[in-house]
């Protein structure tokens, strides 16, 4: 490994290679209308209806943004204390491509030095107003979680373990008439005041494309706490739901004297095959309803008329049924979420994304709804992973291939402030991340990757659910594993709502079984390759080939566990942990060390180490094999200077260490067939994009470039971007 330098205080260099604001459109947010929801279930503007937009949003660990010392992340400066600051950092953003930024975290800031209850940080909400009035100018729209924190916009730091314990907003919202008072004054008065600089009040601007009613909410229910405050309408529910204590014991096989002496569900109870666990998954799904129902009424009276969200975590089936009353779907995800917190003795599993069978795309997958818009709020897969460098061609490429229509990394891609170290979830001088973030750009904005011309519509019955004891489980992750070589999206059905019939290229299928859905105290969820059912998904490999879904040469092997797209651009194989992209104007290869293999224009001949290899055109929408700019990337590892790890494997962190970034170093040979190889040349560049070295190739011979790298032998430092141009 050698160092790599980052300049954060310098921008993306204008009209570099690594400056993708040439791809956006050029105008303020808002000037085609607000953010809606059209006809074939994208999301739109209201004066382009018929054209779908896909989001590609940043979002800011809040510690790094807002700023705030000696706490988990322990930044003690922000993104946005100056003006000067929030406008370079503003434009930093846009020349990364990202034309959405979600606030997360706003209630946290606005409330740690606070003495009363919504009386926000006036220096805080005057920075905070001025970044909105940028992203404006800067055409970046907004996703905004009007509540994040267990405390809300009660005062105090709600990262303190110490201060009020015993409180989270997450439960009591459903229960509490102060809590919910709490969330009803700080969100009115955040979305109904003037902003000094935009002259608009939040509510009224279009810049506010969407909202998620509360981050994560369904951690207030994945654990006891303070709950007895849910009695009164358990109880109600029970004696609604069987009219007497007998007809209660009747079902359930017990002998309760009053429905007062039945204990309180709790979470692991409503996974629960029998009569009792049934009752709890119906009994929280009916508490969390009506606080949605709420929740809109709220937002209707405050005067909101945008799009809504909310559970964006969970991956059981009945939060399917709850996300089916709202606009369009908002999902956070992980591969290899640290276990046991962030500082030392927390732990990962070093797992390869590629080798789950894709497992991070699968679990979106079983949060999406046919019909409404899918878009990640969080998604990574956490440094200090070993195989990070697959998470664009994992999530980005599947992402665009099924037709979602935003995502958004999870977090601090950014900075133009000077930054410590990589730690998991501040990843703004991590370059296997900003690889990462510069290939979704392509793969999934640009749309370098098609999208399945087929569609599976797997449908779930919300009655059904709820007495065969599978409310809580998640999908069938064989079922799922469908989303790997066609368009695949759940559809609720039941209480009156008819679904369409199947149109063409589309095939309706009814669920199989079911696998566990996970959820941690470590802050997310997933799904698992666990479970029952009878889906033999090799049989219906072979419907789809006889249906014309795939192609008689479409390489899947599920015993082989090899699966191929039905548009023949994305090859997962997960024993080799082996992943190719192969479209017109993006060819790469996720892939261990001593991989060979030829794409339609790129030809990986040498590897030395395990990694991303890709090119990319970077003249408008030319193919690889005709564009007189591209872009080699070649992604490996990148650590801390003396991370220290409690095994040989690095999987439980000791220490974090300290910069200089040390990047994993390795030696490449490519082939690039292309019209103009006989003029092209090749630099390395800076983080920054700036040329830094130029390199000879090794050969130019019929229209194909031959170059070698050894990233550790070139004079400025080793690099992960290399620009191809005349």
Request: proline share 4%; charged share 25%; aromatic share 10%.
């Amino acid at each position: 490994m050698r160092p790599i330098e980052f300049h954060p205080k310098e921008e993306i260099a204008a009209g570099s290679a690594l400056d993708r604001s040439g791809w956006l459109p050029r105008e303020r947010a808002g000037d085609s209308g607000r953010v809606i929801v059209n006809a074939q279930g994208h999301f739109a503007f209201e004066k382009e209806p018929e054209r779908a937009i896909r989001f590609f949003a940043n979002c800011d660990n809040p510690d790094s943004l807002y700023g705030r010392k000696g706490f988990t992340f322990g930044h003690p400066i922000s993104q946005i204390d100056t003006k000067e600051k929030t406008r370079a950092y503003v434009a930093k953003l846009r020349r990364a491509g990202y034309n959405m930024t979600r606030l997360h975290g706003v209630d946290g800031r606005l409330m740690l030095w606070a003495k009363e209850e919504a009386v926000f940080d006036p220096v805080m909400l005057d920075r905070i107003d001025y970044f909105i009035h940028c992203l404006k100018e800067s055409g970046i729209y907004i996703n905004f979680d009007l509540m994040s924190t267990r405390l809300g916009y009660l005062p105090g730091n709600a990262a303190d373990a110490k201060l009020r314990p015993e409180l989270t907003q997450k439960l009591t919202i459903h229960a509490d008439p102060a809590a919910r008072a709490d969330w009803r004054k700080g969100v009115e008065k955040l979305l109904t005041r003037v902003n000094p600089y935009t002259k608009t009040r939040l509510i009224d601007d279009p810049v506010l494309a969407m909202v998620v009613c509360y981050n994560e909410q369904e951690f207030g229910l994945s654990r006891p706490r303070n709950w007895a405050l849910l009695a009164p309408s358990w109880q109600a529910f029970l004696q609604k739901n069987h009219g007497d204590i007998g007809g209660l014991n009747r079902a359930w096989g017990t002998t309760y004297a009053a429905f007062a002496a039945i204990p309180l569900p709790t979470p692991d109870q409503a996974f629960r095959k029998d009569a009792a666990g049934c009752d709890a998954a119906r009994y929280f799904t009916k508490l969390e309803s009506d606080t949605d129902d709420w929740y809109r009424r709220q937002l209707r009276e405050i005067g909101y008329r945008g799009l809504t969200a909310n559970h964006n975590m969970s991956r059981s089936r009945r939060y399917l049924v709850l996300r089916d009353a709202f606009d369009f779907v908002a999902s956070n995800g992980y591969h290899d979420h640290p276990h046991g917190g962030f500082g030392p003795g927390c732990s990962i599993r070093q797992s390869s994304s590629v080798g789950s069978g894709n497992m991070i795309i699968r679990s979106f997958i079983s949060t999406r709804l046919a019909g409404k818009p899918m878009l990640t709020t969080e998604q990574d897969q956490a440094f200090w992973n070993r195989y990070r460098y697959e998470f664009a061609f994992t999530c980005g490429a599947y992402a665009a291939f099924q037709d979602f229509d935003g995502m958004t990394h999870f977090a601090a891609n950014q900075t133009v402030i000077p930054i410590e170290k990589i730690r998991t979830f501040v990843s703004m001088i991590d370059p296997i991340n900003h690889a990462n973030e510069f290939l979704n750009f392509f793969l999934f904005v640009r749309g370098d990757v098609a999208t399945s011309p087929h569609r599976i519509r797997l449908q779930l019955d919300r009655e059904e659910m709820f007495t065969d004891g599978t409310a809580s489980d998640g999908l069938n992750a064989s079922q799922v594993r469908l989303a790997l070589v066609t368009g695949f999206t759940p559809e609720v059905t039941g209480s009156g709502k008819t679904p369409p019939p199947s149109g063409e290229n589309e095939i309706v299928l009814g669920t199989s079984g079911s696998s566990q859905a996970a959820a941690v105290d470590d802050g997310y969820a997933s799904l698992a390759d666990s479970g029952t059912g009878e889906f033999n998904f090799g049989d219906f490999a072979g419907e789809l080939k006889r249906r014309g879904f795939l192609l008689k040469e479409n390489r899947t092997d599920p015993k082989a566990e090899i699966f191929e797209t039905d548009t023949g651009e994305l090859l997962l194989d997960v024993s080799k942990r082996l992943l190719t992209v192969n479209t017109e104007r993006l060819q790469g290869v996720a892939a261990e060390a001593g991989t060979r293999l030829r794409l339609k224009d790129f030809e990986v001949e040498a590897m030395s180490r395990r990694g991303c290899l890709a090119a990319v055109s970077l003249d408008g929408l030319k193919p690889l094999r005709e564009a007189e700019r591209l872009m080699l990337v070649y992604a490996t590892n990148a650590l801390n200077s003396k991370m220290i790890f409690d095994d040989k494997e690095e999987t439980t962190l000791r220490s974090l260490g300290e910069l200089p970034v040390l990047l994993e170093t390795g030696k490449i040979r490519v082939k690039i067939r292309n019209r103009n190889a006989a003029n092209l040349r090749v630099w390395s560049l800076s983080m920054e994009g700036k040329r830094l070295e130029e390199i000879t190739p090794v050969s130019r011979e019929n229209g194909e470039l031959r170059i070698e790298i050894d990233t550790a032998k070139l004079q400025q430092g080793p690099a992960v971007f290399f620009e191809l141009a005349q």
